[in-house]
């Protein structure tokens, strides 16, 4: 079952929290220099898995970040970025050029730029313009180093005082991820394997993902890139309440297509009470169309925890729906096609 995991992506997943540990280290090893009396806002520059990475971090410290923070996907800045904005230029490669752009332009309005890569054009741009830089293990796909990515930055933030509570060591949250890793290692794992089972539940159905605010926000967003890209299949994903307003109409969809849809429901059960009883209702409504409802609820303690039991879930599952569907996980054949095309212009 596992000769299409060609590059041994397995094993990025068993030590995830291997990058938790390594990342307090990369950041104290770089050179950042930043006026944080300075600093009213923070500019979040990325794309892809730098850019997932952007938003997690946006969800996991909602109630902790001071000041507030904006992700940009794009070549531009936007209006009120100046001398007053801490940026963070994240691109794992170096060479993804929206974000090469934005730092360009980030530089012409004078703000505070902090580079996180493993190279590329964008350390050289770095380089050129004595910016601080957060400098990555090398010979990794950006996906795979997720933890790096985020961690790196959550210890910029907490050295620097922008967070209101900062767990420097993570001893905790490593340990935790160490365990889903192990809980999740099959054949090695001589229990039940929630991640091979919901692989086996989705093959071949088409999953719509949903998630809450605020602190789960992105998690349905990433479970949808994770099948995206390593299973090489369609998914949806979309956030409760937001969901309520609108994509909701659309399970009144009369169609024979609805049989190939499953919906997952990624919780937390210290919401909002009112988003509890949406949840509730918007499954009703759901499961009036014959539609298959899965609930999958967050581990852990704290919100990082729970956040991250929910990332690590996903992965796996993505992982193992990749082996059925014969497709090798790291292999993303379309995106390195439309980089290489948008090179040669």
Request: glycine letters at 6%; hydrophobic letters at 40%.
């Amino acid at each position: 079952m596992y000769t299409v995991d060609k590059t041994g992506y397995k094993n990025i997943l068993l030590n995830f929290h291997t990058q938790i540990f390594e990342s307090k280290t990369i950041f104290e090893k770089s050179q950042i220099s930043v006026e944080k009396a300075q600093i009213k806002n923070i500019l979040y520059l990325g794309i892809g898995a730098s850019g997932l990475a952007g938003d997690l971090l946006d969800d996991v410290l909602f109630d902790e970040l001071e000041i507030p923070m904006n992700i940009v996907r794009s070549y531009f800045t936007p209006g009120f970025c100046n001398q007053n904005t801490l940026v963070i230029a994240s691109s794992y490669s170096g060479d993804t050029e929206e974000t090469i752009s934005a730092t360009k332009a980030a530089l012409e309005n004078g703000a505070q730029i902090v580079c996180v890569t493993s190279g590329g054009e964008l350390l050289k741009l770095a380089a050129e313009h004595n910016l601080s830089v957060i400098k990555l293990p090398e010979n990794y796909r950006s996906r795979q180093a997720l933890g790096y990515l985020f961690f790196t930055v959550y210890h910029l933030f907490g050295n620097i005082g922008l967070l209101r509570n900062y767990d420097a060591e993570l001893k905790g949250l490593i340990r935790f991820a160490k365990e889903i890793a192990h809980r999740n290692d099959y054949p090695k794992f001589n229990g039940h394997i929630l991640s091979r089972e919901l692989a086996n539940t989705l093959q071949n159905k088409v999953p719509v993902i949903y998630s809450t605010e605020p602190y789960l926000r992105s998690v349905s967003l990433s479970w949808k890139k994770e099948i995206q890209q390593k299973a090489k299949a369609l998914a949806f994903a979309n956030v409760i309440p937001e969901m309520n307003h609108n994509e909701i109409v659309a399970w009144e969809w009369d169609s024979s297509i609805l049989k190939n849809f499953i919906v997952i429901f990624l919780e937390n059960k210290d919401v909002h009470p009112r988003i509890l009883k949406r949840i509730e209702l918007t499954k009703r409504i759901i499961k009036k169309r014959g539609v298959q409802v899965v609930d999958i609820y967050a581990d852990g303690q704290t919100v990082m925890e729970k956040v991250f039991s929910l990332i690590l879930l996903g992965d796996w599952v993505s992982y193992y729906l990749a082996l059925l569907y014969k497709k090798d996980p790291v292999e993303i054949e379309h995106v390195d096609f439309l980089k290489r095309e948008m090179a040669a212009l």
